[in-house]
């Protein structure tokens, strides 16, 4: 069923009070307008600034026509809707804070209730609306739909006219490639705030080009995410910035087409996500930012321990709207990190982690949005065994200690980072001499030659570098046991990385 037939079938079923939590007022009275032409009733408006008006029968250039003596107070356009002996609908806008008042509540209560009166509809719409709870057992919240594809490029078309109409026929100069991923990436927007993104995208420099894509998604984060529960990383990594992890490379570059949704010539069902495991230091999460950007959507991260609430139901509360927020920002990547942590809670929580647990499972596997998830873990032992089995996540890859291409490229990356030249410094002695290194420990080695250098005052050297690898204790010798334990478990338990 449409929207409207949704919306008409409630109305014919004589429901007393429909509640639409939305921001676009506009956009609720124009779907009203259409609807009263299949159940033929009257249709109002009320706000404390008009008070009660009829939009059924408004002149082709007025709001409406002002109902008759009915002044802006809420209890008195309650009384007058009682007395009106013809049913009809009345969009009341932003009614919920005048129902603190006794005598409001109990006149909508009777209205409800049909007591001594015609069966009318009340449509309470706020951006937010928290109501008593003498309210709720009687209202029907409706959820307006979101713009679909067609409807959002349909915005980017009448924006990208209108700015052509202000600026002498200017044409706005489109990047059809980054027009559509703009289109893509609107998902999960309301009318009024892609229209908003799109315009002012369009305004700043007449084009849309690929480099706004990045700023619509940052733009997008913002408006979603006002309670701060994700972080949106603006700074996405690419696979050339990663050093080794090849099958992992060929893993995301085989499944991009599909999760964008992007023509195939088989039937592929949409990858659902990865876990991460190896040893610290290995760049777990520089890959997971790659996801990000080998897939060519935004990255976000949440960080259980901002989750994590003292009060009963908080915590529980504080995921479902991670989630949701993620879904808005389909389609994007979001990165779990060290998930171990905020799942291991055992007995000791009063059952909190168990309800986070269950409740991350069952939305893995009954989303419908976009959203690849990416989780790393250092403690493997810590994770439950109902997140690891398969179907949770498509695969489970074990990020290693680098072996020696990969030091030799790491070594190569981390000195152009640093405006040093590659071709000066011998990186297959290097990497022999980093046997057993992390990724990290290989970037501070080079730091620590930096520093050296400068005490000295003199250009950092090969022999700064490697200065710097003999007094470094790895983590592969400080913790040999664990590190050991950690690669025979995922040996035969997992798919390696590199």
């Not at 921001?23 to 008070?51: C, K, M």
């Not at 809420?74 to 919920?96: C, K, M, P």
């Not at 039937?267 to 996801?291: H, I, T």
Request: net charge negative.
């Amino acid at each position: 069923m449409t929207e409207l037939q949704d919306l008409a079938t409630l109305i014919r079923a004589a429901a007393p009070l429909l509640a639409i939590e939305t921001a676009e007022e506009n956009r609720v009275i124009e779907t009203f307008r259409h609807l009263i032409a299949q159940v033929l009733r009257p249709l109002y408006r009320w706000s404390i600034t008009d008070g009660l008006r009829r939009l059924d029968m408004a002149a082709a250039e007025g709001d409406g026509t002002p109902a008759a003596d009915v002044a802006p107070d809420a209890t008195a356009t309650l009384q007058s809707i009682r007395q009106n002996g013809e049913a009809g609908i009345y969009l009341l806008l932003d009614f919920v804070p005048y129902l603190r008042y006794p005598m409001t509540l109990r006149l909508m209560r009777e209205i409800c209730q049909r007591q001594h009166c015609a069966g009318h509809t009340l449509v309470l719409v706020g951006p937010k609306l928290d109501l008593p709870e003498d309210i709720e057992p009687l209202v029907t919240r409706f959820a307006l739909s979101l713009p679909d594809a067609q409807e959002l490029a349909q915005i980017v078309r009448e924006e990208a006219f209108a700015y052509s109409r202000d600026n002498g026929g200017r044409r706005v100069e489109v990047d059809a490639d980054a027009a559509r991923a703009i289109v893509r990436n609107l998902r999960g927007l309301g009318g009024d705030d892609a229209r908003r993104i799109v315009r002012k995208l369009i305004y700043a420099d007449g084009a849309l080009a690929q480099t706004d894509i990045a700023e619509m998604a940052k733009a997008k984060f913002e408006l979603l995410n006002k309670d701060g529960l994700l972080h949106f990383e603006y700074e996405t990594a690419h696979f050339a910035d990663v050093a080794g992890l090849l099958h992992l490379k060929q893993w995301i570059a085989q499944r991009r087409a599909a999760f964008l949704g992007l023509k195939s010539a088989a039937k592929l069902d949409p990858p659902k996500g990865l876990l991460l495991l190896g040893v610290q230091g290995c760049g777990k999460s520089l890959a997971a930012k790659a996801v990000a950007g080998g897939f060519g959507v935004p990255l976000v991260r949440m960080d259980f321990g901002t989750l994590y609430n003292k009060y009963h139901g908080e915590t529980e509360r504080n995921l479902r709207e991670s989630l949701r927020h993620a879904e808005q920002l389909a389609p994007c990547v979001l990165w779990v990190d060290e998930i171990e942590k905020g799942l291991a809670g055992g007995d000791n929580d009063d059952g909190v982690s168990r309800r986070v647990l269950g409740y991350l499972l069952t939305w893995m596997a009954e989303r419908r949005e976009a959203v690849f998830i990416v989780a790393t873990a250092n403690q493997v032992h810590d994770l439950p065994a109902e997140l690891l089995r398969k179907g949770r996540f498509d695969e489970i890859f074990f990020v290693d200690l680098p072996e020696a291409d990969a030091r030799r490229e790491i070594f190569s990356i981390h000195l152009a980072k640093r405006d040093l030249k590659p071709a000066d410094f011998d990186l297959p002695a290097l990497a022999a001499a980093s046997a057993g290194f992390s990724g990290a420990e290989i970037e501070q080695a080079i730091v620590s030659g930096l520093y050296a250098a400068n005490a000295e005052n003199s250009a950092v050297t090969q022999a700064h570098v490697e200065r710097a690898l003999r007094e470094t204790r790895p983590l592969s010798v400080l913790m040999a046991e664990q590190v050991a334990a950690l690669r025979d478990w995922a040996r035969e338990r997992t798919v390696t990385a590199g």
